[in-house]
Nanobody, 115 residues
Framework: QAQLVESGGGLVQPGGSLRLSCAAS????????MHWVRQAPGKGLEWASS????????YYANSVKGRFTVSRDNAKNTLFLQMNSLESEDPAVYYC????????RGQGTQVTVSR
């Protein structure tokens, strides 16, 4: 059974950084494009970033481009999201998923940006 477990969220000041991780199991991770989506309070899921199977091609929503970096370690079945220059618009629950709509996402990890 496919499982995704996100971690690494927390409280950070504006301008700060966090690195999220997503541990995958139960499927052949290296065969799948992977995605990060997020959900802010009271809003729907928003696609943030995607990465191809080899980690060569990466894509970002305009709202995070230049600040977030997605990467993966296929040997460890792990997906990462390095988030820099966090802003007041970034607080959300962040999920890794097997498609841009958030299918099969895990329980998520909370990111809070506050002074």
């Amino acid at each position: 059974q496919a499982q995704l477990v996100e971690s690494g969220g927390g409280l950070v000041q504006p301008g700060g950084s966090l690195r999220l991780s997503c541990a995958a199991s139960g499927f052949t991770f290296s065969n799948h494009w992977m995605h990060w989506v997020r959900q802010a309070p009271g809003k729907g899921l928003e696609w943030a970033s995607s990465i191809d199977t080899d980690g060569y091609w990466t894509y970002y929503a305009n709202s995070v481009k230049g600040r977030f970096t997605v990467s993966r370690d296929n040997a460890k079945n792990t997906l990462f999201l390095q988030m820099n220059s966090l802003e007041s618009e970034d607080p959300a629950v962040y999920y890794c998923a097997k498609d841009k709509l958030g299918s099969g996402r895990g329980q998520g990890t909370q990111v809070t940006v506050s002074r």
